[in-house]
């Protein structure tokens, strides 16, 4: 369902899927796969393969961002990590100042890999520390821990990266509102420009959910949830950092400039296994994705055609969801005409409130940023 070459906006976003991890975790539903690691040379030629058909088939702009995430991308061997960046410079022209993000797990960070990272141009690190309490990182199947999160970070300044981001989870069974403060507290006390705290779902099929399922794992209630969100925006407001999207604080001028490119419908395209593409000619949209499993993805490739499936939103369909995924951010969104009244209703709910030509969600609206989403799509 990829969409007719003329007309459509150029690309300014890359984001390049790499589906391999040492183990998998019991929370996790992306497309991530453990044991495959003798596929990874084929994978990055099936990649580069994949990245010079599309800058053959689509109009690219200079990149304003690259992302490069999985999966656990800091498991690439550093010869394959400086091979594929080298590659993704030859291809595309970058941007002065281009953002260049890489996805990494702080057990395969080490000081040779992170040098590998900087010389072949990656500028920003997201590390999946996830917690600090031993006994959430148990329940998520996290083998790793918070020295090691540590290590890497004091590796990655030492490194040259100014710019880096920690993943977080928070809502998880059996942790309390002390334990997530200290989480807190200790993730603060590394000075990271930006953090990502997310609230744990239970994804349908993973290990996690069948727990739940079985009774093996108490469930965490909304009003649980509620406190430790609590506790999230008063620790980093107090710390400095701007919540500037539902589960994203940075520090000034270190947003992800990515992330914010899905959240305002900028096109982006997927290179790699079960990555989604975004496409639009400004008025209707475009999104597909590629074969997900990397063998199959591999024979997708070489047969020319990587993709699975996709879908076509009419102009209508693509307005609703500029302003859902604009009101998931501060800023919020410029509404297009007809829906006015949806952001009335909104308004007066206390979710949204009107700033000039723009609507932008409140406090209330960015904790309950899915009662938003029911309302406009």
């Given at each position: 369902m990829a ?80 091979r594929l ?11 002065p ?20 990272w ?5 500028n920003?690190?997201?590390?999946g ?9 148990g ?13 890497a ?16 989870i ?6 309390d509102?002390r ?33 739940l ?36 604080w ?43 499993r ?55 709910s206390g ?27």
């Open positions: 969409p007719p070459g003329p007309g459509l906006l150029p690309f300014r976003h890359l984001y390049v899927h790499i589906p391999f991890c040492r183990h998998k975790c019991g929370y996790c539903d992306f497309n991530a796969y453990a044991g495959m690691e003798g596929l990874m040379p084929a994978y990055e030629a099936a990649l580069e393969q994949e990245l010079e058909q599309a800058r053959r088939r689509w109009p690219f702009a200079p990149l304003h961002t690259v992302y490069i995430g999985g999966g656990t991308p800091s498991l690439y061997p550093p010869p394959l990590a400086a960046l080298g590659h993704l410079a030859r291809t595309f022209e970058l941007e100042g281009a953002e260049v993000t890489l996805e990494a797990n702080p057990a395969s960070t080490d000081p040779e890999r992170l040098q590998t900087r010389a072949g141009g990656v920003r690190l997201s590390l520390v996830q917690g600090f309490d031993r006994r959430a990182l329940v998520l199947e996290r083998r790793t821990d918070g020295e090691l999160a540590v290590t970070l004091a590796m990655a300044r030492a490194a040259g990266f100014d710019d880096v981001n920690l993943d977080l928070y809502g998880v069974p059996f942790q509102i334990s997530w403060e200290e989480t807190m507290h200790r993730a603060l006390a590394l000075g990271p420009e930006h953090l990502s705290c997310y609230c744990l779902t239970f994804e349908p099929r993973t290990l996690l959910w069948r727990r399922q079985q009774g093996r794992l108490p469930e965490v209630t909304s009003d649980q949830q509620w406190e430790l969100l609590e506790v999230t925006c008063r620790l980093l407001a107090d710390a400095g950092y701007e919540r500037y999207e539902v589960s994203n940075a520090r000034m001028g270190h947003r992800s400039r990515h992330n914010l490119a899905y959240w305002e419908c900028r096109p982006v395209y997927g290179a790699g296994a079960g990555a989604h593409s975004y496409a639009t000619d400004g008025e209707r949209a475009w999104r597909w994705w590629n074969v997900a990397p063998r199959e993805y591999l024979a997708a490739v070489a047969s020319g055609d990587p993709e699975d499936g996709g879908e076509v939103l009419e102009p209508e369909q693509a307005r609703a969801e500029r302003v859902m995924l604009g009101l998931r951010c501060a800023s919020g969104v410029e509404a297009p005409a007809g829906f006015e009244r949806r952001l009335e209703e909104l308004a007066g979710l949204v409130v009107r700033k000039g030509q723009r609507w932008a969600p409140t406090r209330r609206g960015l904790d309950l940023h899915n009662q938003i989403a029911l309302a406009v799509l």
